[in-house]
């Protein structure tokens, strides 16, 4: 307890020193200069509301003070609750009083047609860090249909070298106890996969506790039904265009709904499900209750996207010290059949067009706005949100790397620590990739060496015994396709306007509605076939249709920047 005190102490007297420091500025690139006049206390207040759930921080987290003190700016955080994003953006557009701030993700273009987000076209060369998160060529792809840029993706945009370690996408996720079990066998396909799941939960019915292990659990609420659904793009060895497959070698769209991977990853599902293998909630449970299930170390394995469950389920797993007892997540290079290469981790960084960071109509100081989205994007600013506070949240070495103690990721991992100290701005824009300094990741996870000192002993173990370092490691990694990927990014904002837009909606309601059934079903050839049935009605050749041409338009395009 002694211990535990005098590291408050130091801790505290450290982020008084940090405070101290505050209001220095530097070149126009790297300098925080909100104008503060007029504000409370000097600091001026914002408000933004992100349509993910999201834990709060506090009213008086320490970092977001800091950075007050440094930008000028404090911006209060909501993020979804009670609600799905599409009821929660309707309820803003209906009543017509917006946050300052938004992400709408999408809903993005409801708001736009709505007219409640600001043109951002005449603010971004006034802002040299902003400006330089895109190029030319990228800004043009955020333009919408009347030539203006409205949003600004902030995720997977990458500083300087690439420092991917996490695996942030989507895989077949097993935990390492079961690999070790087995004597850390090639998993390499579907089949291989579930007979290991099969063959651990027949031996190991229980965790040590006797609490009764999950062997497969799928995540189907709302829009993260991609947990079930997407699956055949990957297993037939595409990469993530998320709605569609792309014929690399004729520039086809290609539905991997029907094809005959589909087929078999679905009976394959079914098989497990009459087997007891795949959990009998996963088709009610809500997003909490599923996260709830990873968090007790229970679940086996299960396809998801890693930022949807490691920054909760992953800490909550820490936290209990399941860590040690090989409940953390693998991902593994499954393909339909052996010898395919596997796309499930493409390199380099992705422009989600389709959604970002907006300002909205609301907003009485679009400038001021602006500049702190500038100042977050400063070196020093990027440091306290994602390394936190020198001396208390990592260490800096006489080489200028630096490092974290056991100590302090321990605190990363606690949820009342992150509450009070810790502050992200995570759905912000935000630099992956290499520091300024020319030698540090931006984030802790992408620091290769705290990467791996930081992993538990089980995660070291299944890592050395398949020759690898890193989650990425795993799976091994691919270029993009091509300038039109990800297709998502295009498909995301559709809507009913289009026969495209109408046939995608209607293809989504019927596998909400359908695919649990096939998985379900007593008769998976007579189920299957009924949701065919049932899906050619909804008209997706209309939806391949607007695909194809966006495909083209895409490849045009990018022709227009390389001749």
Not at 201 to 206: F, G, I, Q, R, V
Not at 209 to 222: F, M, Q, S, V
Not at 489 to 501: H, I, L
Request: net charge negative.
């Amino acid at each position: 307890m002694k211990k535990k005190v005098v590291s408050m102490l130091m801790a505290s007297c450290m982020i008084l020193a940090a405070l101290s420091g505050c209001g220095s500025g530097g070149n126009s690139s790297e300098g925080t200069s909100a104008d503060n006049s007029g504000s409370k206390d000097g600091v001026k207040e914002f408000t933004a509301f992100f349509s993910v759930p999201h834990a709060e921080i506090n009213e008086d987290n320490e970092i977001q003070q800091i950075i007050a003190e440094k930008t000028g700016v404090k911006v209060k955080e909501t993020w979804l609750t009670g609600q799905t994003a599409e009821e929660a953006v309707g309820t803003l557009i209906a009543g017509g009083e917006y946050p300052d701030f938004v992400d709408a993700g999408d809903g993005s273009v409801q708001m736009y047609e709505a007219g409640a987000l600001v043109a951002l076209d005449d603010y971004i060369d006034k802002y040299p860090n902003i400006k330089e998160f895109f190029t030319d060529q990228e800004w043009d792809s955020l333009r919408q249909s009347d030539g203006h840029i409205y949003w600004i993706p902030q995720f997977s945009n990458i500083y300087g070298e690439e420092r991917a370690c996490a695996h942030n996408d989507e895989a077949f996720w097993i935990q390492t106890r079961v690999l070790e079990w087995a004597g850390y066998p090639q998993i390499h396909t579907m089949d291989q996969y579930f007979d290991l799941i099969e063959k651990y939960y027949a031996e190991n019915p229980t965790m040590d506790d006797g609490t009764a292990n999950i062997p497969y659990t799928i995540l189907c609420e709302d829009w993260r039904y991609f947990c079930l659904e997407n699956a055949p793009q990957f297993l037939d060895g595409y990469p993530n265009d998320g709605s569609v497959i792309v014929d690399v070698d004729n520039k086809k769209i290609v539905d991997y709904n029907t094809t005959d991977t589909a087929v078999k990853y679905f009976k394959k599902l079914n098989e497990e499900y009459k087997k007891g293998i795949v959990d009998p909630e996963s088709f009610t449970q809500t997003y909490d209750e599923y996260i709830a299930k990873l968090s007790t170390g229970r679940v086996l394995g299960m396809i998801d996207q890693w930022w949807d469950f490691a920054y909760t389920a992953g800490d909550a797993l820490k936290a209990a010290g399941l860590d040690a007892k090989g409940c953390q997540y693998v991902p593994l290079p499954i393909t339909i059949e052996e010898g395919m290469k596997n796309q499930w981790h493409n390199s380099g960084g992705i422009v989600h067009t389709s959604s970002g960071l907006a300002v909205t109509t609301s907003c009485k100081d679009v400038e001021g706005a602006l500049q702190f989205v500038n100042d977050l994007l400063s070196q020093e600013i990027m440091d306290l949100r994602f390394w936190g506070v020198k001396d208390v949240d990592y260490q800096v070495g006489d080489d200028g790397m630096y490092s974290k103690t056991q100590e302090m990721r321990d605190n990363d991992a606690d949820t009342g620590y992150k509450a009070s100290h810790k502050c992200e701005y995570s759905y912000f824009p935000q630099w992956e990739g290499t520091s300024r300094d020319g030698k540090n990741a931006m984030k802790p996870e992408q620091q290769e060496t705290e990467f791996y000192d930081g992993l538990s002993d089980n995660l070291k173990n299944c890592f050395k015994a398949y020759g690898v370092k890193t989650y990425v490691e795993m799976l091994g990694t691919t270029p993009p396709p091509g300038p039109w990927y990800p297709m998502y990014t295009f498909s995301q904002t559709m809507t009913t306007a289009t026969p495209g837009g109408t046939a995608s909606n209607l293809m989504d309601e019927c596998k909400h509605e359908y695919l649990p059934k096939v998985v379900m079903a007593d008769n998976f050839d007579s189920a299957w076939a009924e949701y065919m049935e049932a899906y050619k009605k909804c008209k997706p050749e209309d939806f391949l249709s607007e695909m194809q041409t966006e495909l083209e338009r895409r490849i045009a395009e990018a022709a227009k920047y390389t001749n």
